[in-house]
């Protein structure tokens, strides 16, 4: 692996580019700190040694947290979009979901939860969607749901609603994982 100065790849931008196809990694710097690394594309991501270094992380962090539960419609959400935007990854994309299925709880949308849904849909003004996901949640023992979608610090039937990405939301995410 070389560096070379944005400077120096502007300049010699051809060279890097037959330096990937040969296999190299080159880190391009500004004023000496690394900026950008160019790399040779690999066709199939799951070769990838930096691919599968992330992969392991995020595999490794997941199941570390194993009574955590996800949102089933962001996973379909997902496989929809790389289906039609990016088919070329849609296989490894089920891999990761299929990792997601292993190391999160996913609640069963079962009559009760639609009802318990439905009946929260109509007293609070919420989507249906929205509703299922909290009911099933708070079937499956949850107190709290981490989500972006809902109002911020809204208790639903006992379920606190709680956007992850609010910075004075950290200390209560904090304590609700340790325990």
């Known amino acids: 692996m070389r560096e070379m100065s944005v400077r120096e790849a502007n300049q ?4 890097l580019i037959a330096a990937a196809e040969r296999g190299e990694t080159i880190i391009i710097t500004k004023n000496g700190t690394p900026v950008a690394r160019l790399s040779p594309h690999s066709a199939d991501r799951a070769s990838d040694p930096h691919w599968q270094l992330a992969f392991a992380a995020l595999e ?5 947290k194993p009574s955590t539960g996800y949102r089933v419609g962001h996973i ?17 994309a089920i891999g990761q979901a299929e990792v997601y299925q292993d190391v999160f709880i ?8 639609i009802d318990t849904a439905s009946a929260l849909a109509r007293t609070h003004g919420l989507q249906l969607w929205d509703c299922v996901v909290c009911a099933a949640s708070a079937q499956a023992g949850a107190k ?10 809204r208790i639903l039937d006992g379920l606190l609603l709680i956007n992850p990405f609010v910075t004075t939301n950290t200390g209560t ?3 609700l994982l340790a325990g």
């Open 106 to 113: 996913t609640p069963p949308t079962t009559v009760d939860v």
């Open 76 to 92: 379909t959400e997902y496989l929809r979009f790389i289906q039609r935007r990016l088919p070329a990854v849609f296989a490894q």
């Open 12 to 15: 010699n931008f051809s060279k």
């Open 173 to 175: 995410i904090d304590a």
């Open 60 to 64: 490794k962090s997941l199941r570390s």
């Open 144 to 153: 709290a749901l981490l989500t972006e979608d809902m109002q911020d610090g």
